[in-house]
């Protein structure tokens, strides 16, 4: 993908507290409502084979549906195991 904007949702789309899956273009990525802002990271888990999206998401931090293992969506950053790298963040 380029570095141009690509709508992948209106922001009514996604409520606060909510998470939505979109692909776009060839990418699955995730959508957390967070404090009225939309954020958006890869939709898969970078210590397994789980979709995001079917984590819990709680004070910007989305929970692994498979191991637990959080990553702050604002920034995809781990925050705790088994999680050690980062998700990857769209802005």
Not at 6 to 35: F, H, N, P, T
Not at 48 to 61: I, K, P, Q, T, V
Not at 80 to 90: D, E, K, L, N, Y
Request: aromatic residues 6%; proline residues 2%.
């Amino acid at each position: 993908m380029s570095d141009e904007w690509v709508e992948a949702a209106d922001q009514s789309d996604v409520a606060d507290g909510d998470v939505v899956s979109r692909v776009v273009g060839e990418l699955d990525i995730a959508l957390y409502g967070v404090d009225g802002e939309v954020y958006a990271t890869a939709n898969l888990c970078t210590h397994g084979n789980a979709r995001l999206c079917d984590g819990f998401l709680e004070d910007g931090e989305i929970e692994c549906p498979l191991h637990q293992g959080r990553f702050d969506v604002r920034t995809g950053k781990a925050l705790c195991a088994p999680q050690t790298g980062m998700s990857r963040v769209f802005r």
